[in-house]
């Protein structure tokens, strides 16, 4: 050991989190889903974060679908009261690695706003290197609803500051018009 390398080698750790609101079952869901597919194979995916994916009344999911075709564990959760005919939307963590401690919360926003506040998905990946703790968050996306999406934030942040001294893999949605990749996301 000497005093420029005290603590040996240095060791290299990748992690590919991908998020990406897949827009339900809106428009060519079945030409998406197997364009998502292509991408996560060929970006060697380790953790995805899905907002506005799919689940159906007799419990299929988006989530399942895609584990299935890339190999991962996956979790995901219904949101009941955003039902669309056969389908509703969900959120979803798929991973390499195991996934515990999954939780969903809907976010909150002072009674004079209106509209949909959000929601969050939180789970810990059990990766080889350590456990990764991740926050996936959905936003109502109209232009007007910019006071609700703070609020919505504010009592994220709250809920994230309360469990201090965790690193926190952070990945965000704010719903659109249109499918795609999701490149907002920080590690705090």
């Known amino acids: ?56 009344p007799d419990g299929a999911s988006h989530a399942e679908v895609l584990a299935r075709r890339l190999g991962l564990d996956h979790w995901f959760v219904g ?6 005919g056969d389908w509703a939307t969900a959120s979803a ?3 390499r690695w195991p996934i515990v401690e999954p939780e969903h ?10 509209g949909w506040p959000g929601e969050a998905v939180t789970a810990v990946v059990d990766g080889p290197r350590g456990r990764v703790p991740l926050v996936g968050v959905s936003l109502d996306w109209p232009p007007q609803a910019s006071e609700l999406r703070s609020a919505a934030v504010a009592d994220l942040a709250g809920g994230v ?17 249109t499918p795609g990749p999701t490149r907002r996301s920080c590690v705090r």
């Open 161 to 177: 500051r309360s469990s201090a001294g965790a690193r926190r893999f952070l990945s965000w949605s704010v719903a659109t018009s």
């Open 79 to 84: 949101e009941p009261g955003a039902s669309y």
């Open 1 to 56: 050991m000497s005093i420029e390398e005290p603590y040996g080698d240095l060791v290299t750790s990748i992690l590919r989190v991908i998020t990406w609101n897949v827009w339900g079952r809106f428009g060519p869901y079945e030409e998406r889903h197997e364009n998502l597919v292509d991408a996560l194979l060929r970006h060697e995916v380790d953790v995805l974060v899905l907002q506005e994916s799919w689940t159906t």
């Open 93 to 95: 963590v798929l991973s």
């Open 105 to 114: 919360e809907g976010l909150s926003a002072p009674s004079g706003l209106r």
